[in-house]
């Protein structure tokens, strides 16, 4: 699967959004400031969150958040805040984007947003709330683009359901993106093994997830998210995460994102194959450190083996002792010394 500028054909192969959503607060210069310090801190894009208010909640919609870290309590009232963008906007913020040779995505919340950001973006993001919402799915779907899609709240079924209206219009590369829908996630609610349940439910799809948990100094959880199979991590961006309000309170500032994209490089060399098998810089221990076969007394000519008579002892340049069975109760030809190793000619 191609997102942007990389193309995802191997495990090890991540994808890192820093999601600016709406923390730009409606200026220009600090959308661009984050996208700055979002190349700066090494990830793959970023992304907006294109809406206008009336076209996302009705006016008695009431929040859904920590009102203790986010105190307006009515949607319409909050998106409001940050609807200030235009098309024109997002072209620039995308011109600036291309500029500094980083992937530029926005989430649309309506299906005039899809349609301007058509040009904009390479990929969609349908978000964790419209799962359900098809008429947004099945226009995303028609301009036949990747489409990463959020499954906060959701259910296997909701989410087959929908990646089958995806696939029915034109969507045919698909990453399905584990999600809480908790603003912040505690960590506890993280649920990071619900990734690989959907690795088993989706084998054929790509894995991501999207994060909302207050980050860690050394983001052990968006790591361990990667080690567990998701490639393309999804996770709010600011430039200060002391402001109060919106989504600063989660999210990851660029010296969090510097700490995630040097463990991911760990990571890509230290996962390595998926398939178990004896690798090259192995073959020193499996001969050094795995045993062989000798003799645990002095044994006469006739004697008959018991498997008392075999000790295992490293290297392993004899018979091996997964064979013992072989030799008990064979007749020693001939004397043996006690730890000699055990050879086939002992034997009658």
Known sequence: MRLGRKLLDARTDFYVIAEIGVNHEANIDLAKRLIYEAKE?????????????????APDAVSYWDT???????????FKKYDGFNPEDYKMLQDYSQELEIDFCSTPF???????????????????ADITNYPLIRKIASKKKP?????GASNVIEIRNAVNELQKYGATDICIMHCI????TEKINANL???????EEFPTMLIGYSDHTTPDEFMILLSSAVALGAQVIEKHFTHDKTIAGNDHYHSMDVKDLLQFTNNLSVLKDALGSPQKHSIPSEAPARENARRSLHYSRALQAGEVLTIEDFISLRPAVGISPAEVDTYVGKEIRSQVR??????????K
């Not at 349609?115 to 349908?126: A, H, Q, R, S, T």
């Not at 829908?181 to 912040?184: A, H």
């Open 41 to 57: 801190g090494g990830a793959d894009a970023v992304k907006f969150q294109s809406y206008k208010a009336e076209t996302i909640a």
């Open 338 to 347: 006690e730890f000699e190793r055990v050879r086939p000619g002992h034997f």
């Open 193 to 199: 093994l619900m990734i690989e349940n959907l690795r």
């Open 110 to 128: 309506d299906l005039e947003s899809v349609d301007f950001l058509d040009p904009l973006v390479e990929y969609f993001k349908i978000a964790s």
């Open 68 to 78: 203790t870290k986010e105190s307006e309590v009515s949607q319409i009232a909050l």
């Open 147 to 151: 489409v990463l899609l959020s499954t």
């Open 181 to 184: 829908l908790n603003y912040p």
